[in-house]
């Protein structure tokens, strides 16, 4: 069973950092894209950032110079590294691998319908 657990997350000031990450079992991380997205309160999710299985990285434009994804596939984790934040980036953030289904088609825009395997999420706070 495929299983992602989310953690990093915290309360931080306006323009401050965290790190989120991203641990992925019951499955090899190898070959599968992972993505990152976030929730505000009464918001549909919203896609941020993902990397594909050969490291190709792609981001969305509210994010782009801020945010950086990697992984590490000997950790089956994924992390994504959050710079500059504004308080308007308060919500859930949770992780997810994008079905293969899709595979070999353009991951952008990065679309949560076409991910699966949700975890529980991790706050982020920022405060102004």
């Known amino acids: 069973q495929v299983q992602l657990v989310e953690s990093g997350g915290g309360l931080v000031q306006s323009g401050g950092s965290l790190r989120l990450s991203c641990v992925v079992s019951g499955l090899i991380l190898d070959d599968r894209t992972v993505g990152w997205f976030r929730q505000a309160p009464r918001k549909e999710r919203e896609g941020v950032s993902c990397?594909?299985?050969?490291?190709?990285?792609y981001y969305e434009d509210a994010v782009r110079g801020r945010f950086t994804i990697s992984r590490d596939n000997a950790k089956n984790t994924v992390y994504l590294q959050m710079n500059s934040l504004k308080p308007e980036e308060t919500g859930e953030y949770f992780c997810?691998?994008?079905?293969?289904?899709?595979?070999?088609?353009?991951?952008?825009?990065?679309?949560?319908?076409?991910?699966?395997?949700w975890g529980q999420g991790t706050q982020v706070t920022v405060s102004s």
């Open positions: 997810a691998v994008r079905s293969p289904h899709y595979d070999g088609l353009d991951p952008s825009p990065i679309y949560y319908p076409d991910y699966e395997g």
């Open positions: 990397i594909t299985s050969n490291g190709r990285t």
